[in-house]
Every structure is written in structure tokens, then in C-alpha cells.
């Protein structure tokens, strides 16, 4: 069965960090390009960062620019988002796909439709 992982949500604090995984099973993840989207209550879902299956490709969207940090350990079959400095508008269901193609780039990453495999969802609340 083919199937996203997705874990390391929570509440946490402004300023504070975390880190979320997102394990593949059934597929190799080193053929894909990964993306991380979010969705906040109310709000459409949005694409933040993406990698390249070789991490020759790295891309964030400018709200996450700087804070959050993505990489892949395809040994591991996983891909992290490193999120630091948390904002309280990063609350939200966060996301991981994957697509079969070998690069990353703003136009990859707002074509959710293209995107063959999903997480289920982590929820990170950002709240004192």
C-alpha cells in the first residue's frame, strides 16, 4: 500500500520550533519531487517549500523564506520541514506530496492537481 506518513505536529509556542517528518512507504521517495502545503482554517490550501529529488532543487515561498528549512533523506525514505521562529499565522494542517518529476519551482508547487501521493495531515497550532 502506498502511503505518506506524516508526524511532529503540535502546539507550541511563538518563537518556538518544530520539526515535521514525512515518511513514504510502498514507493521509492528519491524518484519524486516532494512539497510541503499548509492549510489554515478558512483559507485555501497553499504550497510553501519544495525539493528536488536530488536536492538540486530547493524552493520556499516567501512567507516561510528564512524560518523553515526542507530536506530529504532518501535512505530514510523521508522528507523533514524544519520549522523555526514560529508565527502564529503558521497555524495550520501542514501537508507533505509528492510528484514524479525531478525538479522543484513555484510553478511545480502551485499545481497541486499534479501531485500523486498525500499525508494525511499534521495540525501545528502556534499559540501562548
Known amino acids: 500500500q502506498l502511503q505518506f506518513v506524516e508526524s511532529g505536529g503540535g502546539l507550541v509556542q511563538p518563537g518556538g520550533s518544530l520539526r515535521l517528518s514525512c515518511a513514504a512507504s510502498?514507493?521509492?521517495?528519491?524518484?519524486?519531487?516532494i512539497g510541503w502545503f499548509r492549510q489554515a482554517p478558512g483559507k485555501e490550501r497553499e504550497g510553501i517549500s519544495c525539493i528536488g529529488h536530488r536536492d538540486d532543487y530547493i524552493y520556499y515561498t516567501d512567507s516561510v523564506k528564512g524560518r523553515f528549512t526542507i530536506s530529504r533523506d532518501n535512505a530514510k525514505n523521508t522528507v523533514y520541514l524544519q520549522m523555526n521562529s514560529l508565527k502564529p499565522e503558521d497555524t495550520a494542517v501542514y501537508y507533505c506530496a509528492a510528484v514524479g518529476m525531478s525538479v522543484c519551482s513555484a510553478s511545480t508547487l502551485g499545481s497541486q492537481a499534479w501531485y500523486e501521493y498525500w499525508g494525511q495531515g499534521t495540525q501545528v497550532t502556534v499559540s501562548s
Open positions: 510502498g514507493f521509492t521517495l528519491e524518484y519524486y519531487a
